[in-house]
Every structure is written in C-alpha cells, then in structure tokens.
Nanobody, 123 residues
Framework: QVQLVESGGGLVQAGGSLSLSCAAS????????MGWFRQAPGKERVFAAG????????SYADSVKGRFTISRDSAKNTLYLQMNSLKPEDTAIYYC????????????????WGQGTQVTVSS
C-alpha cells in the first residue's frame, strides 16, 4: 500500500511558475513508476508527465512539453513537478499517481492516487 500526498498548488499569473511535490509513504518508493495527471473543470483526468522507477526515463504530454519537468528523489520518497511558463489552460487539479511496476505509462493505469492539489493560472 502506498499513500500519496500532494502539495504546492496555488494561484499564479500566466507566465509564472509553480513547483508541486508528492510525498510517498507506506512502501518502497524506488520500485514504483510515478506520474502526474490533471483534471480541468468538466473534463476527464489526463496524463501530464511520468517517470520510470529508476528516474532515467520521463515522458510528457505534448501540451506541457518544454515547460514542465518531472523528477524524483528516492532518498526523500518524493516526486516533483516543476511547472514554468504557466498558461490559463494549465488550470486543473493535479494528481500524483504510483504504479506497481518500473515502467511508466501515459494511460491512467496506476494503482495509487493522491487527493490532488489545485493549480489556478490567471490571465
């Protein structure tokens, strides 16, 4: 069992930056691929970024590529998402997810989910 707790969301102006964190507990963090998903009002939850268990492989949705960076610190059992050049369309609830395998996926096929953190980008 893995517990995931996101933090770092908030309100930011367009063009600004935010850094999200996801603290993991309850199991061996290094064995899990991790991902960030987001859900805008009235829309389905979609993939934003993912990272393999080793941290060597990352993947991004086209909409965030070049602006967002996913990383992980196994010593701290923490997943990060650095978001730069934010746009109003990035407004969403951001969810951290863990997958009981070493390889990441862009599908929502993850085993554990956090409660989410709200990110709002004003124009």
């Amino acid at each position: 069992q893995v517990q995931l707790v996101e933090s770092g969301g908030g309100l930011v102006q367009a063009g600004g930056s935010l850094s999200l964190s996801c603290a993991a507990s309850g199991s061996t963090f290094v064995n899990y691929a991790m991902g960030w998903f987001r859900q805008a009002p009235g829309k389905e939850r979609v993939f934003a970024a993912g990272i393999s268990a080793s941290g060597r492989i990352t993947s991004y949705a086209d909409s965030v590529k070049g602006r967002f960076t996913i990383s992980r610190d196994s010593a701290k059992n923490t997943l990060y998402l650095q978001m730069n050049s934010l746009k109003p369309e990035d407004t969403a609830i951001y969810y951290c997810a863990a997958r009981r395998t070493t390889s990441l996926t862009m599908s929502p096929n993850y085993d554990y989910w956090g409660q989410g953190t709200q990110v709002t980008v004003s124009s």
